[in-house]
């Protein structure tokens, strides 16, 4: 079984605008069969968030399901939800303890650094001197931990996202080994140091009270890693896009009253996450379609964030939108704990952009060619007139 709508993620169009694709497949076909993922393909916003929300009859861990799995593979993620909330409470502890305006005055800091070093460039690629390393400052502060040359930072990100999409197109195994190999080192590095502190430091000194072995920590600070970095990385460059190519929207989200809903609505529209899976525990239906036990299910977020059923002027980017329960950070069990961290960064961002020369593009955008992140490989701009 297929679908009448040609599906195939990975393809330049869909790369550059999968929207039209998605709401082709809401209409005529919610819920289907795709060989080359393997997984059925959900759409609607409804099925969705019942999907993320329902933690026992979908799972992230394949083991729960027989298939053979260790520790090597379980993360926060993959817990059983008595140990998971267990240890999701320690880090969104940790993160609420950290003084945010302190960490957004350090922001802007930031920003207002990198800027300095690229406003006289006639052209400069915004990924990789501005995306990069304001996403590994606040990555760093995020995590607690020293942060390393951004090109490393950067590197990893980009492999992670490549990681999530090995079953849908060419799978690189020596490339995704060396990712996994420079992360796992840089994590023991992290979990070494003695000048750790905030969610890096909760997860040394609680973690293994509560009994979470150490590969779950290890694996657990890589969630966390791309959660934070892949986000701010992939939306600062999505947003910068958009305000270049929208001026109107620049100019409005100069309201301070507009730029928190903005924010919001902006990962709605177009946010960073594409795409998760769930595998599933018992034979279910959705929609009337037979799902196995076992079977795997791909949600794929970016639709149901412009379901018509639930958000008024779907395709729209509404600044005011409320209210806007979208599912660009999750939903559920599952959901983005370093989400706080990322809106924070885009406020700052949108405030120093605001307060600098007019940016402009000086080339035409490459696209990650990634469809569980969206994000844009090189985006070439200048602040000079």
Request: charged share 25%.
């Amino acid at each position: 079984m297929s679908s009448a709508t040609e599906f195939d993620p990975l393809s330049p169009a869909m790369l550059e605008n999968p929207f039209p694709v998605y709401a082709e497949l809401q209409e005529k076909d919610p819920v289907f069969w795709h060989e080359k993922v393997g997984a059925w393909i959900i759409t609607r916003y409804e099925d969705c968030r019942d999907v993320l929300m329902n933690a026992e009859l979908f799972v992230r861990d394949p083991r729960r399901v027989g298939e053979v799995s260790g520790d090597t593979d379980a993360s926060i993620q993959t817990l059983e939800a008595e140990r998971q909330s267990e240890l999701r409470r320690l880090i969104i502890g940790s993160i609420h303890s950290q003084d945010l305006k302190e960490i957004g005055g350090s922001v802007r800091s930031c920003i207002d650094r990198i800027f300095d070093n690229v406003a006289a460039e006639p052209s400069f690629d915004w990924m990789v001197e501005v995306a990069a390393p304001l996403a590994g400052t606040i990555t760093a502060e995020f995590l607690g931990v020293r942060q390393p040359d951004p090109r490393i930072f950067k590197a990893i990100g980009e492999g992670m996202a490549r990681k999530f999409d090995a079953d849908l197109g060419e799978n690189d195994a020596e490339a995704g080994r060396r990712i996994r190999e420079g992360f796992g080192a840089l994590v023991d590095m992290w979990l070494n140091a003695e000048d750790t502190h905030g969610t890096m430091l909760t997860l040394k000194e609680r973690a293994a009270e509560l009994g979470v072995p150490l590969p779950v920590i290890k694996n657990s600070v890589g969630l966390l890693f791309i959660g934070s970095y892949g986000t701010i990385y992939a939306s600062s460059g999505n947003l910068v896009r958009l305000l270049i190519e929208r001026p109107d929207v620049f100019a409005e989200l100069r309201n301070p009253d507009l730029l928190s809903t903005g924010i919001d609505e902006f990962i709605r529209y177009d946010g960073p996450t594409q795409a998760t899976s769930r595998v599933a525990t018992r034979t279910t239906e959705i929609r009337g379609v037979t799902i196995q036990q076992g079977d795997p299910v791909f949600i794929v977020l970016a639709a149901a964030n412009r379901d018509p059923d639930q958000f008024p002027r779907p395709h729209e980017l509404v600044l005011d939108r409320k209210p806007n329960k979208h599912l660009g950070f999750g939903w559920g069990p599952h959901s983005c704990v370093g989400s706080l961290f990322g809106q924070l960064a885009l406020g700052e961002l949108v405030r120093a952009l605001h307060d600098a020369p007019a940016l402009r593009m000086t080339g035409t955008p490459v696209r990650l060619p990634t469809t569980t992140v969206r994000s844009i490989a090189s985006l070439p701009v200048s602040f000079q007139g």
